[in-house]
């Protein structure tokens, strides 16, 4: 009982502390964007603010509702993030040659962030069902690959490959926690990276992405390479305490993104390495939480569901980080409930509500099974 007390109070706190960075954030970088773009302050401030309020609502909710009461629906939470992903494709608003949001008056959706979390909630279930069941290992795999690949096919025709790739290392990463061979996982993985980086050398937009990462930033292209160059820059100029709260250069109107995804540079350069240092501790400790919770729940939905969401938010966080350093090439990634986002941060809200209640089911899953 007071370990389960503790872990989930551990937990909440760690989640105020990266929301309450994110706030701070925006109050310091968003300004110069919302006063540009839109002749007002506080423009992103006030909506990262709504957002706020209401992932956490959600993540109230879900952390109450017994995330049990969802592997009998998992069939539903399929077809909803399919037909979102379907849906976005006709009637999704383009912007930049990509259709990624689904606009219906004051809400904007984007269907491949709520397909993250669909998506988990499915196929924990159908991990489930295939184990008790003893499904054999190929089986499993056949079963599990057909709709992860109908929802990264669909993601990637959206043009958001960051999004595509993430779901994809997602349900591998779940299909490999369950009891599928190595060999067959090797096998597809070896196959499906051939077809993927087809597919991303297909986009001249991609190729020269690629290239001016290889070439240092330097393609012949002023464009190319330029946001790296200035969050390296940024990130630098941080130095080993920083330039300290509010204190940054790079906001204004160097560094593009500054408030979504490139929000950790700007981060970085304000609080340095010892800033950075705590930030990633913070995010370490959540992911160490998360695997406690695993260790510790009998429930083996609730151990592919807590998984899942460990890989969604460690992969988002880790994939934010190392474009941001250059150690991969440029894509756009937030930077879980610290960047500006309306979709990314009530989902990842909402999946952390459901680790918090898969929390407080521990013991009684424990004396459920004794």
Request: glycine share 8%; charged share 15%; net charge positive.
């Amino acid at each position: 009982m007071r370990e389960k007390k503790t872990l989930s109070i551990s937990f909440i706190v760690s989640i105020l502390i990266l929301i309450v960075v994110g706030i701070a954030m925006m109050f310091s970088v968003s300004f110069t964007a919302g006063l540009h773009e839109y002749k007002d302050y506080y423009y992103f401030i006030i909506r990262q603010l709504v957002w706020v309020s209401a992932g956490g609502v959600f993540m109230i909710i879900t952390s109450r509702i017994n995330y049990k009461r969802y592997k009998k629906i998992r069939g539903l939470f399929f077809l909803f993030g399919l037909a979102l992903l379907v849906a976005v494709l006709f009637i999704g608003k383009e912007v930049n040659g990509a259709k990624r949001w689904i606009i219906m008056g004051p809400i904007i959706i984007q269907p491949s962030e709520v397909a993250k979390i669909t998506f988990i909630v499915y196929l924990a279930g159908a991990l489930e069902y295939y184990k008790e069941k003893r499904y054999k290992s190929i089986e499993i795999l056949v079963a599990s690959l057909i709709p992860l690949l109908m929802f990264v096919v669909l993601i990637f025709a959206e043009k958001s490959f960051s999004s595509a790739a993430i779901l994809f290392v997602i349900g591998f990463s779940m299909i490999f926690m369950s009891e599928v061979k190595m060999e067959q996982l090797i096998i597809f993985f070896m196959g499906f990276s051939g077809l993927a980086v087809m597919g991303i050398l297909s986009s001249d937009y991609r190729r020269r992405r690629i290239l001016s990462y290889f070439n240092g930033f330097d393609s012949g292209n002023a464009d190319i390479g330029y946001q790296a160059k200035q969050s390296l820059i940024a990130i630098g100029s941080g130095r080993f305490i920083g330039r300290f709260y509010g204190n940054g250069l790079q906001k204004y109107f160097y560094l593009p993104e500054r408030h979504t995804d490139y929000i950790f540079s700007t981060y970085a350069e304000e609080f340095g390495f010892l800033g950075c240092f705590f930030l990633v501790g913070v995010y370490f400790f959540m992911m160490v939480i998360m695997v406690t919770v695993i260790n510790r729940t009998k429930d083996y939905f609730g151990k592919y569901l807590v998984f899942g969401i460990m890989v969604l938010f460690t992969t988002q966080a880790l994939a934010n980080m190392f474009v941001v350093t250059g150690v991969v090439p440029s894509t756009g990634v937030t930077l879980p409930l610290i960047s500006y986002g309306g979709s990314s941060t009530i989902i990842i809200m909402t999946a952390l509500g459901i680790v918090i209640n898969v929390i407080n089911n521990i013991d009684d899953e424990v004396s459920e099974n004794e």
